[in-house]
C-alpha cells in the first residue's frame, strides 16, 4: 500500500489532453497535489485551473518529452514546489497512422523518440525522487503493445518497446528493495483528442477501435494503481480480450484484422491528409480532456470495474460465473423449443 492519494503529490506528464488531463482533474478532486507538463502552456494552465477547481493545488511545467533537461526540470519542480513525487505518471504520445511503407524514417523516429524514449528519461528522472518516497512510476501503455495492428506500426513499436524496457527495470527495482513500484496501464480505445490530432496518410478521419470508452474510465484505474500497484493492468473488457487472444491465436488475430483492421479505424469521413497534427508542433489552443466520440463512448466498463474491486483471479471467476450462466441459460431455452 501506498499513500492515499489525498496525501500524495503526482506528476503526469502528457497531461494537456486525453487520459492525462483527465488524470489531472480525478486527481485534485482527491486532494492529490498535481504538477502537469506538455508542450502546450495554454493546455497546462487550464489543467491547473481545473485541479485547482477541485479544490487542490496544481503547478504546470510546459516540456519536450524527448528532452532529458526538460524530464529533470519537471521532476525539479516538483520536488521544489511540493516536497516529493509519490507517483509519476507517463501518459505522453504522439502516433502517425499509416501502413509501413508510407512511414518516413523521421516520423518513425519521431514516434519513438516521444512514446518510448521519453518515457526513458522521465523514468530516469523521476526514480530518484521515487526511491525517496518509496513511491510508483506509472506507464501509460497499450493492449497494442502486445498486439502490432495496421495503420499503427509506429505507435504499437513504441509501446512494445516501453513494455520491455519496464520489464528491466521492475526486476532491477525488485533486486535493490528500492520500495518503486511500476506498473503499465494497458486501455483499449480511448475517446481522446489525440484521434483529431495524430498525422494520418489514411485521407480519413481516424478513430478508436471500438467498442470506444471514455478516458474516466482509465484514470479511475491509474488512481487504484497509484495507491495499490499492479504490474499490469488492462483497461476495458476490449484490452482484455485483445491480450487474451494474442496469447491463445495471433494467427485468428491477424485474420480478425485483415477483414476490420482498417474499416475499424476511421469513422469513413473525408480528410485532407495535409491536416495539422501534432507529431512536431504542438497545435494552439485547449483540446480538452474529450475526443468527437462522447455520443459513442461507453461510460463504464463492468470488467474493469470487477477488476479493481475482486483482483484479476476474481474478475477472471464473475466473468467465468457470468459465462456458465449465460450458457446454462441458453441451454434451458433452446431445450424449451
Not at 485532407?272 to 480538452?288: A, K
Amino acid at each position: 500500500m501506498k499513500r492515499p492519494i489525498a496525501e500524495q503529490v503526482i506528476v503526469i506528464s502528457g497531461a494537456s489532453s486525453g487520459i492525462g488531463r483527465t488524470l489531472a482533474r480525478a486527481a485534485g478532486a482527491r486532494g492529490a497535489k498535481v504538477v502537469v507538463s506538455a508542450r502546450n502552456a495554454e493546455a497546462l494552465e487550464r489543467a491547473v485551473g481545473e485541479v485547482e477547481a477541485a479544490g487542490s493545488e496544481g503547478l504546470a511545467v510546459p516540456g519536450e518529452a524527448t528532452s532529458e533537461a526538460d524530464a529533470e526540470n519537471l521532476c525539479g519542480r516538483a520536488a521544489e514546489r511540493f516536497g516529493r513525487i509519490d507517483t509519476f505518471v507517463a501518459s505522453v504520445m504522439v502516433t502517425v497512422y499509416a501502413e509501413v511503407e508510407e512511414l518516413e524514417a523521421e516520423e518513425l523516429r519521431r514516434v519513438m523518440d516521444v512514446n518510448f524514449l521519453g518515457r526513458a528519461h522521465a523514468y530516469r528522472a523521476a526514480l530518484p525522487h521515487l526511491k525517496a518516497s518509496r513511491g510508483t512510476f506509472i506507464d501509460v501503455n497499450s493492449g497494442l503493445s502486445y498486439r502490432g495492428i495496421p495503420l499503427q506500426a509506429a505507435y504499437c513499436a513504441s509501446k512494445a518497446a516501453g513494455r520491455a524496457y519496464f520489464e528491466s527495470a521492475r526486476v532491477e527495482l525488485e533486486k535493490h528493495n528500492s520500495g518503486v513500484d511500476l506498473c503499465l496501464i494497458l486501455p483499449g480505445g480511448i475517446n481522446t483528442p489525440q484521434f483529431e490530432r495524430g498525422r494520418q496518410k489514411l485521407g480519413e478521419q481516424p478513430q478508436p477501435v471500438p467498442p470506444i470508452y471514455q478516458p474516466e474510465i482509465v484514470a479511475k484505474a491509474i488512481l487504484h494503481c497509484a495507491e495499490r500497484p499492479q504490474r499490469e493492468l488492462p483497461v476495458t473488457w476490449a484490452a482484455q480480450k485483445l491480450l487474451w487472444g494474442q496469447k491463445l491465436s495471433p494467427r485468428a488475430g491477424d485474420l480478425v484484422l485483415l477483414r476490420n483492421g482498417w474499416k475499424g479505424q476511421s469513422t469513413g469521413e473525408p480528410k485532407p491528409v495535409d491536416s495539422p497534427d501534432n507529431l512536431w508542433e504542438t497545435i494552439p489552443g485547449d483540446p480538452g480532456s474529450h475526443g468527437r466520440f462522447d455520443d459513442r463512448a461507453r461510460a463504464s466498463s463492468a470488467w474493469t470495474h470487477a477488476r479493481l474491486r475482486l483482483g484479476k483471479t476474481g474478475s477472471v471467476t464473475v466473468l467465468g460465473l457470468s459465462a456458465l450462466g449465460g450458457a446454462i441459460g441458453y441451454h434451458a431455452i433452446t431445450k424449451r423449443r
